[in-house]
């Protein structure tokens, strides 16, 4: 047995992680704006299992995730301002990532596409984690 809490129902376990994928298309602040809702964020991924995951999972829809940038000047931050410093790069000069087929896009952001939230699941905390000996 493992000391995680279940995901929340119609989300996915992944690491210490839930995801959650929508069935419909919005821009990216409605999307963000949902995640919140859900004590959540836009997607974001911190390993490869993660990023492996969530490109299979989409199937052949774009997903937005948590990345953002204020030019095509500026580095990319996920939404808590963390910069963003995983190895596979962002196409494209727009302000708002996307998860499509071939890897991280970036568009507008009143573009309409799918999103998908993360969140810590509710065995482990953002700032205090319980290690039990």
Not at 39 to 53: G, H, I, K, V, Y
Not at 74 to 81: C, G, L, M
Request: net charge neutral.
């Amino acid at each position: 047995i493992t000391g995680y809490a279940a995901c929340p129902r119609n989300w996915i376990g992944v690491g210490n992680k839930c995801f959650y994928f929508s069935e419909y298309a919005s821009n990216w602040t409605f999307s963000q704006t949902f995640c919140k809702a859900q004590e959540a964020e836009l997607a974001r991924f911190d390993t490869e299992e993660e990023l492996n995951f969530l490109s299979r999972y989409k199937g052949s829809f774009d997903y937005w995730i948590g990345l953002h940038r204020e030019s095509s000047e500026h580095p990319w931050k996920w939404t808590d301002n963390t910069q963003y410093n995983y190895s596979l790069s962002i196409r494209g000069v727009e302000r708002y990532a996307y998860l499509n087929d071939i890897g991280i896009s970036s568009a507008r952001v009143y573009a309409d596409k799918r999103w998908s939230c993360s969140r810590l699941n509710s065995g482990t905390h953002h700032h205090h984690h319980h290690h039990h000996g």
